[in-house]
Every structure is written in C-alpha cells, then in structure tokens.
C-alpha cells in the first residue's frame, strides 16, 4: 500500500469564505477531514460526500483531545493510504502547533502541505473595521499569545521590549489576561489612555467589539462579560473603527439563517443572504435523484417515444427542467422531436431554465404559482389538445387535475424524485439549542416537513419546539400553509413566491425588528 499524504491546512477566522483555493482544494480533494470548532463547520460542505469526518474538538462528554493524539491520528491515517486535511483556524503557522503535526509526519515519512491561511491576528481586526497598521499610527505589529499563566507570561513576553515597541499590538487567547496584559504594558510605560478594541468571533455571526483603553478595559470586558475567543488590539490605529466599522452596517449582519434546500438548488438564496451579510447554514434537507423504478422508466420511455404528439410541455420547477434535460440525453431523444409543442414554465426561474436551454418560454404567468398558470393556460390550451408534464413525484394535483377537467390530455412524467436527505451534521442541535440560528428559510413544503423529519433523526425529540423563537421565512402561501399545519409560526413571506422576494421581505423584516 502507498502512504498518504497530509495537508495541513489553516480554514480562516470563521467566515467559511475566507480560506484559500488552494485550501479548498485540498478539502475537495481529501478522503479523511479532521477538524476542530475554530475551522467553521460550514466548510465540511465542500469535503466530499464520502469523507470521513474526525471532530477533534471539545464536546460536552469528552476532553480535547491531546495534540500529541492528534499527530499520531495524522500519522496513522496516511499510513493507511489516506489522503488527510487537518482543518486548523486561521493560519496553522500562527499558535497553530503546525510544527509539532509536520515533524511527526517527517519523521514517518509521510508527505505533507502547509497550505496558509488567514489568521485571525489581522482579518478579526479588519472585520472590525481597525487595520493593524497605518501610516500615520502604526508602521509595524506583532501578534503575542496571552495564553499562559502570568509567570510564564513574563518568560516569554519581554514587556518592555514589546511595550515600547512603535506598532500595534494584537494578542491571542488573552480575554482572561486582559487585566495583567493591560497592567504590565502601563507599567512598561504605554500611556494608559492608548485605545484597546477585543473584537469577539470575529467574521461570524456573533462578532461583537468592544472598545476602552489600557485603563478601563479590564473593568469593561468584566462588566460585559465578554468571552473567548477574541483578539485584542492595542494602540492608535484603533480609533480607525469609529469611521471605518462597516459589517456591522449590512442589513442582516448578525444573523445566522438556515437554508433548507436541495444541496444542488442552495446556491443562489445563499449568495443573496451573504450579500446582505447574514451568515449562512447550508441544511440540505431534500435529494433529488432520478427515478429506477421500472415502471417509473417505462413511462418516460413511452412518453418520449411520442414527443411529437404534444401540443404543450409544461414545466413547474427548475428541477423539473433539468431532470427533462438529463432524460432526454439518456434516452437519446433530439429536442426538435417536441417540434409540435409549445413551452410553458410556472415562473421566471423556471423560464430562465428553459432559456439557458435555448427554449425561450412561449407561456410564462403572472403570478409565480400552478392557480396563476393555469387561469393564463385556461384560455390558451384547447379541449383535445395533449400536454407534457415533466415533474417531481411530490407535485402537487391541481394542474394535471385542472387540464383533464378542462378536456386536456395531460401526461405527467415523475422525472425526479425527491428524498429526505441524510443528515450528516452534527451541529445542528446543539446550535439550535443554544440560539446560534437565528433565521430558516423554507423554499417547499418538503422543506418542511423533511426539516421537521430530519431534527427528529439529528436526536430532537420535540423539534417544533426546538425551533420557537426563530423567525420562520416561507417562500409562499403553500409552503407557509405546511409551516402553519406543522405548529411554526410564520415571521415573513414575500410578496412574489421568488427568492429575490423572499431576502428583500427578510431585509424588510429585520429593520423594523431593529426599529429603523
Ligand atoms: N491559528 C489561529 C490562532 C489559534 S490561537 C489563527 O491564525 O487565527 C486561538 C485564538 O485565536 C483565540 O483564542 C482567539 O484569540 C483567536 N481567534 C481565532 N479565531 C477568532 C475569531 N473568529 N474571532 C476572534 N478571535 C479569534
């Protein structure tokens, strides 16, 4: 068997955004993911579906588990063939214990990659709207660990070499050492007014600053009870954040929404959110796949061997658009065969499915749901004529009821089906639990009742209320309707059933929640 090969790689301060390509890289590549809470659970969507994934974190019934465990877990894997990323926050090289994971490696003779990352040292600052230098307050910096017990502290610290040094100072793992840092550096002789900033979580959900100077900080962070993990920043470039502080102004900053959607179909709410600046939890809660049934088969089968007999092909999702695509290129069956029939697509996003196809919609309704297409369907499908429908195996009955009472010759097609998705996260609950989620968006009935379905299988025995007090958004009133049915209180529906409408209505919603 070949050995393996390790990269070591920093994730960034949290936002799942901030690592490198060639981190991700290497996350997309890797069989085994090993990772801690500092490397943003979020990241783990894009390990692939089969990695195995090894927690070395805390949890509640078991210790850290020791870094020399964690070289050694490095070791063995590779040695078993393995291609392996150790996940680590921020830069691996900045208090990263890097070096011991990389020597071990050496010495086994396993291959390895530090790929860098993002340390929390400069991007938490910045985030906070105070970059570590400046050209008039600070021309360098050094980042200092506040991590040992005060006596060591003075070992590996030279206060005065580092107090009277021009530049900022940033130091890690210090909130519990806020008063003997402050203490030590007036004492060195840094003016006791200089400004400190400790900006918590930084690049997350829950960044939160707070600003005082060497003097008052300690009293300050004690009276906030602000905890870890933070940075603190020491020195003028500091006064910076009162005109530079910019997350803080994004319209859905601090608010960490769960997105319940198809893994293939989450992309563009999640674009839209972050745009706004809310945090974003992918929760795949729906798989679609193709059907294998024989029955199932044979019907497509029979329906595309008669392309040229339909007068209309109606569509009512993107899915349904791509998965009529896939069947068609399966089955070998030339678009042009549907020479005869017309195309219609239940709402713009349906009909920018179509379009990216090279079929320009002929039918496209006002309103975004199955009653808006069928009033405009009403005048323009004749008694007599046939009608394709190409859909999931969960659509609702309305349309194909309402075309045959209309004398239409309706063929529907389950070219999807749609599946509760496994849940791999182990997150979640304690994340509910805890308040972290802020927001779910619901873009389905299914979305609903798989997410109620899913928490029930993640060990929440009472997941309704496990969710009260989160602001419920719905994408329309078929979705809210379930919602509704299933005991949630809805907070927000847009206007038009879209996803546009559904982040301008949660926008909407959480200024009047903040009151400007
Ligand atoms: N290698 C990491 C640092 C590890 S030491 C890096 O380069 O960022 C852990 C300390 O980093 C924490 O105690 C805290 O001081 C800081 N830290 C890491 N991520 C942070 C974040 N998102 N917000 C605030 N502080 C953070």
């Given at each position: 068997m070949t050995t393996g090969k390790v990269y070591l790689v920093g994730a960034g301060p949290?936002?799942?955004?901030?690592?490198?390509i060639r981190g991700l890289e290497a996350l997309q590549r890797s069989e085994v993911v090993v990772f801690d809470r500092?490397?943003?659970?979020?990241?783990?969507?894009?390990?692939?579906?089969d990695a195995e994934r090894i927690y070395v974190g805390k949890l509640p019934d078991r210790h850290t588990m020791k870094q020399e465990e964690i070289n050694q877990l490095l070791v063995n894997l590779a040695l078993q063939g393995k291609t392996v990323i150790r996940l680590k926050g921020g830069d691996p090289t900045v208090f990263g214990r890097v070096g011991e994971e990389a020597d071990l490696l050496r010495q086994n003779g396993i291959d390895f990659e530090i790929v860098p990352g993002i340390t929390s040292a400069i991007s938490v600052p910045a985030y906070a709207g105070?970059?570590?230098?400046?050209?008039?307050?600070?021309?360098s910096f050094s980042v200092i660990t506040g991590h040992e017990s005060p006596d060591k502290l003075d070992l590996s610290i030279h206060w005065d070499k580092v107090t009277n040094a021009t530049g900022t100072l940033v130091f890690l793992m210090g909130v519990a050492k806020i008063g003997y840092i402050s203490e030590q550096l007036v004492k060195h002789?840094?003016?006791?007014?200089t400004p400190v900033a400790l900006v918590q979580?930084?690049?997350?959900?829950e960044q939160r600053t707070l600003v005082g100077t060497l003097e008052d900080i300690e009293a300050k962070v004690r009276e906030a009870n602000f905890k870890p993990p933070a940075v603190i920043i020491v020195g003028d470039?500091?006064?910076q954040r009162e005109t530079l502080?910019?997350?803080?102004?994004?319209?859905?900053?601090g608010q960490r929404v769960l997105v319940t959607r198809a893994r293939s179909q989450a992309s563009e709410l999640v674009a839209m959110l972050d745009d706004q600046g809310a945090e974003t939890y992918e929760f795949p809660v729906i798989e679609t796949r193709l059907p294998d049934s024989p029955e199932g088969v044979q019907a497509i089968q029979r329906a595309l061997e008669v392309?040229?007999?339909?007068d209309w092909v109606i569509l009512t999702s993107v899915n349904g658009v791509d998965y009529f695509f896939r069947w068609l290129d399966r089955e070998a069956?030339?678009?042009?065969?549907?020479?005869s029939a017309k195309f219609a697509a239940v709402g713009p996003k349906t009909a920018e499915a179509l379009a990216h196809r090279g079929i320009r919609a002929d039918l496209l309704p006002e309103s975004y749901q199955a009653e808006g297409l069928l009033d405009r369907l009403n005048g323009l499908v004749k008694p007599g004529q046939k009608a394709l429908l190409p859909r999931g195996?969960?659509?609702?009955?309305l349309l194909p009821k309402a075309l045959k009472e209309h004398g239409v010759e309706a063929v529907e097609i389950d070219v999807y089906e749609t599946a509760l998705a496994a849940p791999r996260d182990m997150w979640l609950a304690e994340m509910l639990a805890s308040k972290e989620i802020h927001v779910i968006t619901f873009t389905s009935s299914s979305t609903v009742v798989n997410l109620l379905e899913a928490l029930k299988q993640i060990g929440i025995a009472d997941p309704v209320a496990a969710l009260n007090g989160i602001d419920i958004v719905c994408i329309g009133p078929v979705t809210a309707k379930t919602a509704e049915q299933h005991g949630l209180r809805v907070a927000v529906m847009p206007q038009h059933a879209t996803i546009d409408g559904m982040v301008t209505a949660l926008v909407e919603h959480r200024r009047n929640k903040r009151g400007d």
């Open positions: 949290g936002d799942p955004k901030l690592i490198t500092l490397a943003g659970p979020q990241l783990l969507n894009h390990a692939r579906p105070i970059p570590v230098t400046h050209r008039d307050y600070a021309s002789g840094r003016s006791p007014s979580w930084g690049t997350r959900a470039v500091v006064r502080a910019w997350v803080e102004k994004k319209p859905l900053f392309a040229d007999s339909f069956v030339d678009i042009r065969r549907f020479h195996d969960l659509a609702r009955e």
